[in-house]
């Protein structure tokens, strides 16, 4: 069984950085499509950043620049390193894991960041 474990929110000022943390337990992170997902008071959980199994990564546009997803494979975790946060980066972040050949999902229980302005 796969297990997600994210760390790493917090509140912080506009402008800042945080680095959101995910430890993967039960599969290789190397071996599936990982990713970022947030979802903000009121609204539906939408994509943030992923990195396939050869480390391709795709951002949505609105934090292209500003985050950048990464993986260590020895510590089987990937990482959302998150600069120049806006407000409007406020939501609660998930971890996702997808087994490319099974296509199941995994998801983490969410780690709050927010960002005052």
């Known amino acids: 069984q796969v297990q997600l474990v994210e760390s790493g929110g917090g509140l912080v000022q506009a402008g800042g950085s945080l680095r959101l943390s995910c430890v993967v337990s039960?599969?290789?992170?190397?071996?599936?499509?990982m990713g970022w997902f947030r979802q903000a008071p009121g609204k539906q959980r939408s994509f943030v950043a992923t990195i396939t199994p050869d480390g391709t990564t795709d951002q949505t546009d609105s934090v292209k620049g500003r985050f950048a997803i990464s993986r260590d494979n020895a510590k089987n975790t990937i990482y959302l390193q998150m600069n120049s946060l806006k407000s409007e980066d406020t939501a609660v972040y998930y971890c996702?894991?997808?087994?490319?050949?099974?296509?199941?999902?995994?998801w983490g229980q969410g780690t709050q960041v927010t960002v005052s302005s």
């Open positions: 996702l894991a997808i087994n490319p050949r099974t296509k199941y999902n995994s």
């Open positions: 039960g599969s290789i992170v190397s071996a599936n499509v």
